[in-house]
């Protein structure tokens, strides 16, 4: 039987996040879809590539099946600010960004319970773990759920809707999360979650890390945290979540083929000057 879920959001760090012509900010649902795919693989890592790829075609579509939900939002007209993508600089480029404090309404169009029930958990935590636009892998970009009220805000939070999703693949401990994963896949997945102090100032902080880390470390911090030249997506995705304490880092660290053992430390060194 079709299900409907209705999430109401707020954008809690700006949006870099642009419509069909690449440059006018505007929230679409095939961001939010791409978003989705991407945190469902991130949490199979237990999958082989093949039984993945047929999965994943199962719930959001591919080139031979539709996808098993649609999306619809109603929104009003966001107003839009001008905000630096590296706020530690002081004389950065600006780009127009969907502003903080922005509110919209999504709806799932769901075909079955079952697609429901993934839907209920996965969107929270794409919400929670990342973040949608451009340098949403530095804290912009990031949405919180104000309704239904049950926000994961915590990682007691966290934990519950990824055993939800995939059971007893995760545990807490050590006010980490993490998974477990004996057998290496080649393609990037969830290996440990993290949550920072309250951070008045987070997306600086991010940006200066970054940047310090960077200058210490050379070729060997786009090895290890990902780069623009050659491209490589950083395994060190930072958001932002709420909490009544205030902005907090929600550090996810994924496996990824490419990254050597001995980068490790420089992983390790970035979350430090972060969490």
Avoid at 66 to 91: N, V, Y
Avoid at 114 to 119: E, G, H, K
Avoid at 160 to 183: A, E, G, H, M
Avoid at 219 to 247: Q, T
Wanted: glycine fraction near 6%; charged fraction near 25%.
């Amino acid at each position: 039987m079709k299900q409907s879920i209705t999430f109401e959001c707020e954008v809690i760090t700006p949006m870099f996040l642009a419509g069909a012509d690449g440059i006018t900010p505007e929230l679409r649902p095939p961001s939010i879809k791409g978003a989705l795919r991407f945190w469902w693989r991130a949490l199979n890592g237990h999958l082989p590539l093949e039984e993945l790829k047929k999965m994943e075609g199962e719930i959001f579509g591919s080139t031979e099946k539709q996808s098993k939900f649609k999306m619809s939002f109603i929104k009003k007209d966001f107003l839009i600010t001008t905000e630096k993508p590296l706020p530690h600089k002081e004389r950065s480029f600006t780009k127009e960004a969907i502003r903080t404090k922005e509110v919209f309404q999504l709806t799932f169009r769901c075909q079955n319970e079952a697609i429901a029930t993934i839907i209920k958990n996965l969107f929270p935590l794409c919400c929670v773990l990342g973040g949608f636009g451009g340098r949403a892998r530095r804290g912009f970009g990031s949405v919180k759920i104000t309704k239904p009220s049950d926000y994961p805000n915590s990682l007691e939070k966290i934990y519950i809707l990824l055993n939800n999703l995939v059971p007893s693949r995760f545990i807490l401990i050590d006010d980490k999360i993490i998974y477990k994963q004996t057998q290496k896949q080649d393609y990037p997945y969830i290996e440990e979650i993290e949550i920072g102090r309250a951070n008045a100032n987070l997306l600086r902080t991010i940006g200066q890390a970054t940047h310090d880390i960077n200058k210490k470390n050379g070729y060997d911090y786009g090895e290890a945290v990902g780069s623009a030249n050659p491209r490589f997506s950083s395994p060190v995705y930072i958001s932002a979540l709420e909490s009544n304490k205030g902005l907090q880092s929600v550090i996810t660290t994924l496996h990824h083929p490419k990254i050597k053992k001995a980068y490790y430390d420089i992983q390790k060194e970035l979350k430090k000057e972060i969490l």
